[in-house]
């Protein structure tokens, strides 16, 4: 996905690379071009490094590697490890199991893998000091999953496009969203890497699912869960509130849902 808005005053972006993705910001009004906003940056930037040293699965040394391995307990995580684990324990809850924070290993061992949860916290949380800003429109975009806000009710929304997941070149649709999040779970970009955790296999039948709500946390863990559900996602989606947004099937056919608070 990519954002761009329609009208542009003194608005200014910025990338980073942090989480093994790219993390890009889009300012707008006020504090675009101010001292203020470059701080408020540079906060967001250390919160989503200070998460990545956390809940890397990457490193050896990070709180979840050692944990999943057994060397330290959640009591000797820093809180916001048992606030992830939490949202994962619901998330697996709410989608019948499909999506689960823990996954069977290739040694058959149970591994902790709490990603699915993390992106999407982490960005909602890294977005907090920008959102603080007055007068000041913003949209933090991780790997393609957004927080966006409008401050200024007569400035135009950001524009949200959706990829078509069978040719990354085209777009599908554009979202308007003034205060909100937008998620995308699928294949374009990343290959194969979301499976069914009741079952360890890859989910059939879908290619891409992009859901628009109130937060990136959930909304980020429904585009997952749904993804996971394969053929069953979009049922699954309509018993979510406050929810809406789009799945793109493995045949090319695209259908929407809900209605976004």
Same mark, same amino acid.
């Given at each position: =996905? /990519? ?15 942090? =989480?093994? =993705? $790219?993390?890009?910001?889009?300012? !707008? ?32 040394? /990070?709180?979840?590697? !050692? ?10 995580? $820093?809180?916001?490890?048992?606030? *992830?684990?939490? &949202? ?14 823990? !996954?069977?290993?290739?040694? #058959? ?10 992106? %999407? ?22 790997? #393609?999953? =957004? *927080? ?8 135009? $929304? ?6 078509? $997941?069978?040719?990354?070149? !085209? ?5 308007? &969203? ?10 374009? @970009?990343?290959?194969? @890497? ?14 891409? *699912? ?47 849902? %809900?209605?976004?608070?």
């Amino acid at each position: =996905m /990519s954002a761009v808005a329609a009208a542009r005053p003194r608005t200014t972006r910025q990338v980073v690379q942090v =989480m093994g =993705m $790219p993390i890009s910001l889009a300012l !707008r009004g006020r504090h675009a071009t101010t001292p203020a906003g470059e701080r408020a940056w540079l906060e967001a930037v250390a919160t989503l490094r200070n998460v990545d040293r956390v809940f890397s699965t990457y490193r050896a040394d /990070s709180h979840v590697s !050692r944990l999943g391995r057994g060397e330290i307990g959640l009591a000797e995580c $820093p809180p916001e490890v048992a606030e *992830v684990l939490a &949202i994962g324990e619901l998330a697996r809850i709410q989608s019948g199991g499909a999506f689960d924070v823990r !996954r069977p290993g290739p040694d #058959g061992r149970t591994v902790l893998d709490p990603s699915g949860v993390v992106k %999407g916290w982490a960005v909602e949380r890294a977005a907090r000091a920008l959102l603080a800003l007055d007068d000041t429109d913003v949209c933090l975009s991780a790997g #393609g999953d =957004m *927080v966006c806000h409008v401050a200024d009710p007569d400035r135009d $929304p950001w524009l949200v496009g959706i990829e078509d $997941p069978h040719d990354p070149s !085209r777009v599908l649709a554009r979202v308007p &969203i003034r205060h909100g999040a937008v998620a995308t779970s699928g294949t374009a @970009h990343r290959g194969t @890497h979301i499976v069914d955790a009741r079952t360890g296999a890859t989910a059939v039948g879908v290619a891409q *699912v992009t859901v628009v709500g109130a937060d990136l946390t959930w909304t980020d863990v429904d585009a997952t869960a749904a993804y996971a559900l394969g053929a069953g996602a979009l049922a699954w989606l309509a018993t979510r509130t406050g929810r809406a947004g789009l799945v793109v099937w493995e045949d090319g056919r695209c259908e929407t849902f %809900g209605r976004a608070a």
